[in-house]
């Protein structure tokens, strides 16, 4: 409640808060589409399609995948960026003094 008006004044919502219910629906989205895309390529392997066709199979559920990361990444925050940041730099050891 403020002094001057009398009246509770409800914090702004950021960007970030208001798509969570959107991020929410991608995710299970992109994580049915990306169970999906795995299972397509390793029919596609069982099927012993050509090796384009094989290409394209795991490039579609590569893509989805990554995806999914990102859309995870952007619904639990941007720690979950900089923790992978500091792995992969403890993997390839770059950044060490």
């Known amino acids: 409640m403020t002094i001057e008006t009398g009246t509770v004044e409800t914090?702004?919502?950021g960007?970030?808060?208001r798509g969570k219910g959107?991020?929410?629906v991608l995710a299970a989205?992109?994580?049915?589409?990306a169970v999906?895309?795995?299972a397509g390529f390793g029919?596609?392997?069982y099927l012993d399609l050509d090796r384009g066709a094989r290409i394209t199979l795991v490039l579609v559920a590569a893509v989805t995948t990554e995806a999914l990361?990102?859309?995870?990444a952007a619904l639990l925050g941007v720690s979950v960026v900089e923790?992978?940041?500091r792995i992969w730099r403890r993997i390839t050891g770059r950044g060490r003094d």
């Open 29 to 33: 989205a992109l994580l049915v589409a």
């Open 83 to 85: 923790a992978r940041k």
């Open 15 to 17: 960007v970030l808060t």
């Open 43 to 45: 029919l596609g392997l």
């Open 36 to 38: 999906c895309a795995w």
């Open 11 to 13: 914090p702004k919502k």
């Open 69 to 72: 990361f990102w859309t995870t």
């Open 22 to 24: 959107f991020l929410k």
